[in-house]
């Protein structure tokens, strides 16, 4: 198992994932990694693969992507239910409401 870690071919593998983004090969396959990527597994796939091309590490490398997906696509995506931006506008909202409650009354 280790020795395929250390693959020349998976190394490769590993370095053309994370270089999709040049727009040389986007270019040419935009159709299909546009389609590809609007699926949020993938885009965590290709952070995983960065993640564990630097740290050849499965653990650490899991365990960053997932840290990496939780902050990202849930604390700071306003469209998320657990996003901290759309807790912030709610709770800004409540406490006007209580602040001209009180200056009503």
Known sequence: MLES???KWLGALFTLIINMGSSFVLGDVHELV?????LKLMKWFVVFAILFGSTRD???????SILFAVIVWGLCDI?????LLRVRKILREKLLNIVDELEDS
Not at 34 to 38: E, W, Y
Not at 58 to 64: C, K
């Open 34 to 38: 546009t389609g590809i990527f609007s």
């Open 5 to 7: 870690l250390e693959s």
């Open 79 to 83: 469209k998320s239910e657990i996003s």
């Open 58 to 64: 499965f653990v650490v490398a899991l365990s960053m």
